[in-house]
């Protein structure tokens, strides 16, 4: 398993808080299901719904969102939430 931090992962919560962590892989609950964005991934922009952030394979960061969008491109995860 690659476990190389090439994701760059922004988290912008609605109340103007932020996190920026460096990670191998992001999934997150979309309404078309689960997502998940590894290194490579190509362009993406998803509605994100109730459930857990998840960045990385070993000792994973869970964050719980409520909602909001999600956009993938070169490497790079933004994720707006609702809270």
């Given at each position: 398993?690659?476990?190389?931090?090439?994701?760059?992962?922004?988290?912008?919560?609605?109340?103007?808080?932020?996190?920026?962590?460096?990670?191998?892989?992001?999934?997150?609950?979309?309404?078309?299901g689960?997502?998940c964005?590894?290194?490579?991934?190509?362009?993406?922009?998803?509605?994100?719904?109730?459930?857990?952030?998840?960045?990385?394979?070993?000792?994973?960061?869970?964050?719980?969102?409520?909602?909001?969008?999600?956009l993938?491109?070169a490497?790079?995860?933004?994720?707006?939430?609702?809270?």
């Open positions: 398993m690659d476990t190389s931090n090439n994701i760059i992962l922004d988290v912008i919560a609605s109340s103007g808080e932020s996190l920026c962590v460096q990670t191998n892989r992001v999934t997150f609950p979309s309404e078309d689960e997502v964005i590894q290194e490579g991934h190509g362009p993406l922009v998803a509605t994100l719904v109730p459930g857990t952030l998840v960045a990385g394979t070993e000792n994973p960061r869970k964050f719980p969102i409520t909602g909001g969008l999600a993938a491109r490497n790079h995860v933004t994720v707006l939430t609702m809270e």
